[in-house]
């Protein structure tokens, strides 16, 4: 449960598929246009998926359903590649071990 | 209250454009299909000393160029005995917020604050979010920054994701949205709702901006080796780092050629919510460079002072797998972790040093910041996890959200050339689009310029039009 003030993230369609403008490919067209933004909650309290107000890193108010209480970042370095560590081998015996280029 | 429906608010785009902008575009406009180009740029009230003032006093340019030694001797392998030209890059990841467009958004934010509004809003995905933020902080602005960033899966290209979280990192409010050019809706609410100003990529003020580069380059050079460089490798998505870049080296003095250079990725449509997370770049790809150069004004100003097609000599593609293998390579033969979109220059000099004599000299003109997400890393385990496959091979064999081909040897890396003059009939023809007369003489000499050609080849390609 959100209280007032707690850094939440919010989720709103901003325009419908039927809203959306013709120049889409039908892939894009059969979706609606969505949006994410942060920011503190202004309601007293709230649960996830109820419609909430938040107030921006500007100070703007945006209304929409609450999908996130402190939003963290999960951003990574990814899974192993393995080909980079062969890209690097290649390079390295071409420059200094005399391997055909 | 008014009506925010999308037909209401793009109906109302020229005014709230003009209100922020603070600029009427319509002075420029020319006979028939022409505008004064020049006007635009000279309008502004900066000149590139200004600029450069500006960049200094806000930490932005004066970025190091370094020699790179090793790609050289590797490209020097490749290339026919006596072929293989020193090859230079310039570390525009050196700027604060990790890239060249902070040239691009220092005098914007700058004539934002001194024409009084109180925040700016830039609508991108790229590096220029960051570069509008970090700017913003430092002169003291709000910052609103408005990328198309998830398919309807809510899945998140990880290098948008990463942008996200660097403006927010640097004080700004992140809009973030699905796929769809209707990205222009809502930035418009925002310009309508905060009247904040818009700190366009396209603006006069960004374009002239990124001057300084070039003239640095040119003043660089000169300095260090006693001559121009005799190649600089531009990346192209918009199509403002070319002219901006292009048009310093000039005021410079430097007769270096300028080419462009753009990832392939043909075939893939840039609108496309299915397609959107089966590509790896997210910039400086042919899904824009090849519209901006012979469309530019589809942007988000009036007239796109962002204008390639009339400063570029030569326009060349590189696959993702060759930017990943040259981004790797830079960091494993140079000891220089950047990218990797940033790299798309240094993937074509890699190979065009191979045309060239070893005393002559290539520059790629820029670096960027790299990071989690935004990585080779996390974008090749990306690109597995949506089902792109991972080769090595010849990588013209690469097939856009299909593969990703790593040149087997490094002499696979090949620069391709595009046909520029096929662009320069495109831009002819999309600018006489629904014409019902015949051009002037004035609106024929502005299309010479628009591409950067003759008269012969403007009445050709007219005619071949039937205008």
Redesign the interface.
């Known amino acids: 449960m959100a209280k007032k003030n707690d850094y939440v993230r919010i989720h709103r369609n ?2 419908l598929p039927e ?3 013709g ?3 039908e ?2 067209k059969n ?9 503190y909650l202004q309601d007293e309290s709230a649960a996830i998926g109820d419609t909430v107000t938040v107030k ?5 108010l945006e209304t929409g359903r609450l999908i996130e209480e402190r939003p963290c ?1 999960t ?7 393995p ?2 560590l ?3 081998r ?3 015996g ?2 200094f071990e005399g391997e ?2 | 209250m008014k009506d925010r429906s999308y037909a209401a608010v793009t109906g109302r785009k020229t005014e709230i454009i003009r209100d922020a902008v603070g600029m009427d575009y319509s002075k420029y406009e020319r006979e028939g299909i022409a505008f004064d180009y020049e006007a635009l740029m000279n309008d502004t009230g900066y000149t590139l000393e200004d600029h450069i003032r500006i960049q200094r006093e806000y930490n932005v340019g004066n970025t190091p160029v370094f020699e790179l030694h090793n790609l050289t001797e590797l490209a020097r392998k490749c290339a026919a005995p006596g072929k293989g030209a020193r090859i230079f890059v310039k570390d525009e990841a050196s700027n604060p917020a990790g890239s060249f467009k902070e040239r691009r958004a220092a005098t914007s934010v700058y004539h934002a604050k001194k024409m009084g509004y109180k925040g700016v809003v830039a609508a991108t995905s790229g590096n220029y979010g960051a570069a509008v933020a970090s700017q913003a902080a430092m002169q003291g602005l709000k910052c609103i920054i408005v990328q198309e960033c998830y398919d309807s899966k809510g899945v998140g290209q990880p290098e948008i994701v990463e942008k996200a979280r660097k403006c927010e990192a640097l004080g700004a409010e992140v809009l973030q949205l699905t796929v769809g050019p209707e990205l222009f809706y809502e930035t418009l609410l925002m310009l309508e709702d905060t009247g904040y100003f818009n700190a366009s990529l396209y603006s006069a003020f960004g374009i002239g901006g990124v001057e300084t580069l070039g003239w640095e380059l040119g003043h660089q050079f000169k300095e260090r080796c006693g001559k121009d460089p005799d190649v600089v490798v531009i990346a192209n998505a918009g199509g403002g780092n070319l002219t901006g870049t292009a048009r310093g080296l000039r005021k410079a003095g430097c007769k270096a050629k300028v080419v462009a250079a753009s990832v392939d990725l043909t075939g893939l449509s840039m609108a496309s919510d299915e397609q959107f997370n089966r590509k790896s770049f997210t910039t400086a790809h042919t899904g824009f460079g090849v519209p901006y150069a012979t469309d530019p004004d589809h942007s988000d100003m009036p007239r796109s002072a962002a204008r390639p097609l009339r400063y570029m000599d030569r326009y060349v593609t590189v696959k993702q797998g060759e930017v990943f293998y040259i981004t790797e390579a830079l960091a494993n033969l140079e000891g220089m972790e950047k990218g990797p979109a940033g790299n798309t220059s240094l993937a074509a000099a890699f190979s065009l040093a191979q045309e060239m004599d070893r005393d002559q000299i290539i520059v790629a003109q820029e670096t960027e910041y790299t990071g989690a997400g935004k990585h080779l890393q996390p974008q090749l385990a990306f690109a597995r996890k949506n089902g792109i496959e991972l080769l090595f091979g010849d990588p013209k064999d690469e097939i856009p959200g299909k593969n990703i081909i790593f040149p087997a040897r490094p002499s696979l890396l090949k620069a391709r050339d595009m046909d520029l003059d096929h662009l320069r009939r495109s831009l002819i023809k999309r600018q006489t689009r629904g014409l019902d007369h015949a051009l002037t003489d004035a609106e024929i000499a502005y299309l010479m310029e628009e591409t950067n050609a003759s008269e012969a080849f403007v009445r050709a390609a007219l005619k071949e039009l039937g205008v």
């Open positions: 901003i325009l809203e959306r403008t120049k889409l490919p892939d894009t979706v609606p246009l969505e949006m994410w933004v942060k920011g921006t890193a500007v100070g703007r970042y951003l990574n370095y990814g899974e192993y590649v080909e980079i062969q890209i690097d290649t390079l390295r071409v420059l055909e280029a």
